[in-house]
């Protein structure tokens, strides 16, 4: 009879030893799973998507080269890519792999048997803090160096009405710039120096070098809209000597511009990949000589479709409208052209463009009517 009751007493506590393993069994496995779907979650909300002066009379030989039809704004870095937003092309589908990765399967809670040991999945809140890591300090460079060399071809290089010539420039050259400093969270100060080597074709004669300073302050006004007010010199010297003994020699200056600009710039999307970009500025320029002093309402409008992420297509229309205040001239000058943007590394891009230009002069010897083309490639120095 004893031996009966201590059998009974031995099957009761084996069977409620039983009943607790797989109670803890499905606990674990609860706690397993929440645990995942917790983490899935929290990475899941932590994955948010990331979010551009114009070309005096026919000259004669030994006058200074004329300016009218060539390219004023040389190229340089274009450094409001950083602060405004561009389409990101390849954003579905980074979100697609990141899900992939969300959903792939979790490795069930390892056991050793052999010990009788189960490893469990504490909950977030009980797991130890994870150690930490020393921040990496990034590199921020406050200036960088950049070299660009380019190609400009117009059929009218001088903007004559009577005797249009073809011809083209080489232009080549150096730009120390500074990052864009903040002054406010949404003020920035930036500054540059560029350093030129325009030379003609076929009309050598009028060879010539450029030197220009450029201050700016850049104000974003919202997320699509930013101002800008700017100061510039430049300075233009001729590069070889005149073949008369009482003209110029080289290295002598025969330009000396002071500008002050206000300007605006907007960025719209149209579609992920199409955007229209549009420009404003006012300028007032102060030259000696004075017969060079004038002010100019310019405006510009591009619409860009990004090919792909390093390559941007475009079209563009560009007027400006200049008052001589020292002459009575009055200048209409306007801008039909293509545009083919690649940028071929994260220090390296080309730019080329091709189009028409057209306009009129109160000044009878002058015509801006003619084709021109220009290939520009850029490439970066060096940071510091």
């Known amino acids: ?50 979010q551009t002066k114009e070309p005096e009379n026919t000259q004669k030989q030994n006058d200074p080269p004329p300016l009218e039809s060539q390219p004023s704004n040389l190229p340089t870095s274009d450094s409001k890519e950083q602060l405004l937003n561009t389409p990101e092309i390849n954003q579905s589908q980074r979100l697609e792999r990141l899900m992939q990765l969300l959903r792939s399967p979790k490795r069930p809670p390892k056991s050793d048997r052999e010990l009788g040991l189960r490893v469990r999945l504490l909950p977030l809140e009980q797991q130890p803090p994870p150690p930490k890591e020393q921040p990496v300090v990034k590199f921020k460079p406050i200036g960088y160096l950049q070299a660009h060399v380019g190609y400009f071809e117009t059929s009218n290089i001088f903007s004559s009405h009577d005797s249009p010539i073809e011809d083209g420039l080489i232009f080549s050259g150096l730009t120390l710039a500074s990052a864009y400093f903040p002054l406010g969270s949404k003020t920035y100060l930036n500054g540059s120096i560029n350093g030129n080597l325009i030379r003609y074709i076929n009309q050598s004669q009028y060879d010539y070098n450029q030197v220009r300073f450029n201050l700016n302050i850049y104000q974003q006004l919202s997320r699509r809209m930013y101002g800008e007010i700017s100061w510039s010199n430049q300075q233009l010297f001729y590069a070889n000597n005149s073949d008369r003994l009482d003209s110029f020699k080289a290295g ?133």
């Open 252 to 384: 002598d200056r025969f330009l000396n511009e002071n500008s002050l600009q206000l300007s605006l710039g907007r960025r719209d999307p149209l579609t992920p990949r199409l955007t229209l970009d549009s420009f404003y500025e006012f300028s007032v320029n102060f030259s000696d000589p004075q017969s060079r002093n004038r002010i100019i309402n310019s405006f510009w409008v591009s619409l860009n479709y990004y090919l792909q992420k390093p390559l941007q297509v475009g079209i563009d229309y560009q007027m400006n409208l200049s008052d001589f205040t020292q002459r009575d001239r009055e200048d209409q000058f306007y801008r039909l052209f293509g545009h083919l943007n690649y940028r071929i590394s994260d220090t390296t891009n080309m730019n080329v463009q091709a189009g028409v230009s057209l306009g009129s002069s109160t000044d009878e010897n002058i015509d801006f009517d003619g084709w021109f083309f220009s290939i520009n490639y850029n490439f970066q120095l060096g940071r510091f």
């Open 1 to 50: 009879m004893r031996l009966k009751n201590w059998k009974n007493l031995f099957f009761c506590i084996l069977l409620a030893s039983s009943g607790g393993s797989c109670c803890c069994i499905r606990v674990d496995a609860a706690e397993s799973t929440n645990t995942l779907n917790l983490a899935q979650q929290k990475l899941e909300t932590t994955q948010t998507p990331a």
